[in-house]
């Protein structure tokens, strides 16, 4: 056999183990998912045995606790709040930081390495640093139990990441285009809007879905600043975690519910969100 054909031949191995590692890490991945969705299916006894119970009956008992059977607390407001705030919060950081990302990347000012690690520092304070300044704030501006407060924190929490992403996106962009624009006459307002947001397209969808899911699954500031009126969906899942009592199918069913608008959104954007995340990897 030639040398070239033992070539081909290992390429093909290689190949094929590597797939079959991609497939083993697949799953490996996806058998938590595949767990809570077949638990949140059980009734409470099923799914508190041990070992599991992989035969036992089915039941929507769960989803219909989850959306209020039992205890009548409709779910539907947390899920609306936690929409809108994710929604909004998300919109305010693409707004904010897609000018801030081109102004590091393209029309780059004076030291905009020490802007970019600014923007990066203020992420390594642990959030609960910053909550009772935060919760004397809020409560000394009456912005308690808030949804608004909610899309404010979430804007400044995502927005250092926002324009890091976004920085690295647009940098990829060549720089004739924008002077050939400026050529023919168009102002800033003009060149975002018609050609770097076109052609950074992907790297935006990417942004907005990382900082959607970063607001989406947020937890302690909507745990500690909201009650009743702005209380998100993963507050409203701590509400069936008792101290006594059976409740492993009822989470399962809600945290599966609450987790669907994520998986959603990153099904519909996955083509954008593989080609925002592979820019700038191959030269």
Not at 105 to 122: A, E, P, Q
Not at 209 to 234: D, H, K, M, Q
Not at 247 to 272: E, H, N, R
Request: hydrophobic letters at 60%; glycine letters at 6%.
């Amino acid at each position: 056999m030639s040398t070239t054909a033992l070539r081909a031949r290992r390429v093909r191995g290689k190949g094929a183990g590597l797939s079959l590692l991609a497939w083993l890490l697949g799953i490996a991945f996806f058998l938590p998912i595949a767990w809570m969705a077949l638990t949140s299916f059980h009734s409470e006894t099923d799914a508190a045995t041990n070992p599991p119970s992989f035969a036992a009956s089915l039941t929507l008992d769960g989803y219909r606790e989850f959306f209020g059977a039992g205890s009548g607390a409709s779910p539907w407001p947390a899920l609306i709040n936690s929409t809108a705030a994710s929604v909004a919060s998300t919109l305010l950081v693409l707004l904010l930081a897609f000018p801030a990302a081109y102004a590091l990347s393209v029309n780059r000012v004076r030291k905009w390495t020490d802007v970019l690690f600014f923007f990066l520092s203020t992420k390594m304070l642990p959030a609960v640093a910053g909550l009772l300044p935060i919760y004397l704030f809020a409560k000394n501006a009456g912005m308690l139990d808030n949804i608004w407060l909610l899309v404010i924190l979430y804007t400044s929490m995502n927005l250092p990441i926002a324009v890091w992403m976004m920085q690295s996106f647009l940098a990829e962009i060549p720089v004739a285009v924008i002077e050939a624009a400026k050529v023919d006459g168009a102002r800033l307002p003009t060149i975002l809007a018609r050609v770097v947001a076109p052609i950074s397209l992907p790297g935006i969808a990417a942004t907005a879905l990382i900082c959607f899911i970063f607001s989406w699954n947020e937890l302690l500031f909507a745990r500690v600043l909201t009650g009743v009126v702005a209380e998100t969906a993963p507050v409203f899942l701590t509400g069936f975690i008792t101290s006594q009592g059976l409740f492993l199918a009822k989470v399962c069913a809600a945290s599966l519910v609450i987790s669907l608008p994520v998986l959603a959104a990153g099904f519909a954007a996955q083509d954008k969100l593989v080609q925002g995340l592979s820019l700038g990897a191959v030269k």
